[in-house]
């Protein structure tokens, strides 16, 4: 009797929480048909949405792929004081804000800043546009790609690469014949993580990118900035197109996730 009341309860936590919500943004997207939703989609102001968030996104998955697999093979294959505060820190957008870490960019790279001012005279602009918005969103993705590849290069331990070197391979060679294939479908996994939350990212971005439209708003910024617009009709597309990426999303990490 307790199994099914919890059956039930999960299952009403769910349709509450997540089922009808989403399910009623779809409904009203395509209530009045395709051609609206279409339309909406392929807006200048929404393509231009699109553009931008890919570039950002896809900066940041690159940035967090090599960073996280050298962070991996340096907490599994390398013992050296603070390893564990590393550890940390590398969690630490885990636990912090994003609204806070759009904050600490302002305040570091900013015009009024040592930092951002010795920059932009230089002619590089980090806040209000795309270099920031990378920061930020490279920041909340941080976590995933190492999370994911850490306990495989656990598991797969170092026998093969120390008989790799012993043989006369180099670093860069056992890097690319025994580690990398061993923790390919990880890192796969990670990578789809931190493309799904890139691509989701909010609150550190609206803080950094200014939300100027057409020049610095993603698609997650567009929906906002449409829907206090009342222009529904694209803020509805443009927030099932985002909730259709995360389907995707779900359905790639669970092909990709390691098998236990």
């Given amino acids: 009797m307790a199994k099914y009341g919890l059956r039930t309860i999960a299952v009403a936590y769910l349709l509450f929480l997540l089922v009808l919500p989403v399910g009623l943004i779809v409904w009203r997207t395509f209530g009045d048909g395709l051609a609206p939703f279409v339309e909406a989609l392929t807006s200048p102001s929404a393509l231009h949405a699109f553009r931008v968030t890919l570039e950002v996104s896809l900066w940041a998955v690159v940035a967090n792929t090599v960073f996280g697999v050298g962070a ?4 599994v ?3 050296f004081p603070g390893k564990r505060l590393l550890s940390a820190f590398i969690d630490l957008p885990m636990a912090v804000s994003p609204v806070v870490v759009g904050l600490a960019l302002i305040l570091l790279y ?3 800043s040592p930092v951002g001012g010795q920059l932009e005279s230089w002619g590089i602009q980090i806040i209000f546009s795309t270099p920031g918005m990378v920061l930020a969103t ?6 995933l790609v190492v999370r994911a590849v850490v306990p495989v290069l656990e598991e797969l331990g170092d026998e093969q690469e120390q008989a790799a070197h012993t043989l006369g391979a180099s670093r860069f060679q056992t890097f690319l014949r025994i580690t990398l294939p061993g923790i390919r479908s990880a890192l796969a996994y990670g990578v789809v993580l931190c493309l799904a939350r890139s691509l989701g990212e909010y609150g550190a971005v ?4 200014g939300r100027l439209v057409d020049q610095t708003q993603t698609l ?3 929906v906002e900035e449409r ?3 009342f222009d529904q009709p694209a803020a509805f597309a443009a927030a099932t197109a985002l ?3 995360a389907v995707v999303t779900l359905l790639l990490t669970r092909l990709l996730r390691p098998k236990d």
């Fill in 243 to 245: 909730a259709l990426l």
């Fill in 220 to 222: 997650t910024l567009f």
């Fill in 227 to 229: 829907f206090q617009n």
């Fill in 206 to 209: 609206a803080v950094v990118s």
């Fill in 110 to 112: 900013g015009r009024f």
């Fill in 77 to 79: 294959r390398h013992e």
């Fill in 72 to 75: 991996a093979l340096l907490l």
């Fill in 138 to 143: 490279v920041f909340v993705a941080l976590p």
